[in-house]
């Protein structure tokens, strides 16, 4: 039967592995992600050091798939994120070469892809917190008939049921479209 390695910690884990350049690798993807929790028994040094590996290259693929699904929902609400797009199409490239040649110059690089697309999203998000805002102090100060307006104008899309200018309840046809395209039967209150 094979040795089997019983790990504790993750600095027993550095201390059997005695890796320099991934012990390098993980002092910086500590500073950007959360520490990593080690214990375990495995049956090699070599499934060891694949599995700290897997499970840094696992949060930039779980980071990446977040951001992918973030920009594919603005892309379906409208929003212009083809910059962001393209730049978040070389992470996969980059990783696979990070995953290979698992050295700081290309976490560097697989970081700064994942940081740029962040930062370019968040003035969707700071957007979107405005308009929501917006919406609530018009609910507020003039009550809930301008609150629907006031939503409207800034969201430009209507969702199943909603209210027109006249304060009946209407349907839309489909289950969404834009201001532009409403086709909208009145309905008794």
């Given at each position: 039967?094979?040795?089997?390695?019983?790990?504790?910690?993750?600095?027993?884990?550095?201390?059997?592995?005695?890796?320099?350049?991934?012990?390098?690798?993980?002092?910086?993807?500590?500073?950007?992600?959360?520490?990593?929790?080690?214990?375990?028994?495995?049956?090699?040094?070599?499934?060891?050091?694949?599995?700290?590996?897997?499970?840094?290259?696992?949060?930039?693929?779980?980071?990446?798939?977040?951001?992918r699904s973030k920009v594919s929902r603005l892309r379906k609400k409208g929003k212009e994120v083809t910059d962001i797009d393209f730049s978040l199409l070389e992470m996969p490239l980059k990783l696979k070469l990070f995953s290979a040649e698992f050295n700081v110059k290309n976490y560097e690089l697989v970081y700064e892809i994942l940081k740029?697309?962040?930062?370019?999203?968040?003035?969707?998000?700071?957007?979107?917190?405005?308009?929501?805002?917006?919406?609530?102090?018009?609910?507020?100060?003039?009550?809930?008939?301008?609150?629907?307006?006031?939503?409207?104008?800034?969201?430009?899309?209507?969702?199943?049921?909603?209210?027109?200018?006249?304060?009946?309840?209407?349907?839309?046809?489909?289950?969404?479209?834009?201001?532009?395209?409403?086709?909208?039967?009145?309905?008794?209150?």
């Amino acid at each position: 039967m094979a040795d089997r390695i019983e790990l504790k910690s993750l600095k027993a884990a550095f201390d059997l592995l005695k890796d320099k350049e991934l012990e390098d690798v993980y002092s910086v993807f500590k500073k950007n992600f959360s520490v990593i929790k080690f214990t375990g028994i495995y049956s090699s040094v070599n499934e060891v050091r694949e599995e700290l590996k897997s499970r840094m290259i696992g949060a930039f693929s779980d980071e990446y798939r977040e951001l992918r699904s973030k920009v594919s929902r603005l892309r379906k609400k409208g929003k212009e994120v083809t910059d962001i797009d393209f730049s978040l199409l070389e992470m996969p490239l980059k990783l696979k070469l990070f995953s290979a040649e698992f050295n700081v110059k290309n976490y560097e690089l697989v970081y700064e892809i994942l940081k740029k697309s962040k930062d370019d999203l968040k003035q969707f998000d700071e957007d979107e917190i405005d308009r929501r805002k917006e919406v609530v102090d018009a609910g507020r100060e003039k009550g809930f008939k301008e609150m629907v307006k006031v939503r409207r104008k800034a969201f430009g899309l209507v969702h199943g049921y909603n209210m027109n200018d006249e304060g009946e309840i209407v349907e839309v046809n489909d289950k969404v479209k834009a201001k532009d395209d409403v086709n909208i039967k009145s309905k008794k209150k």
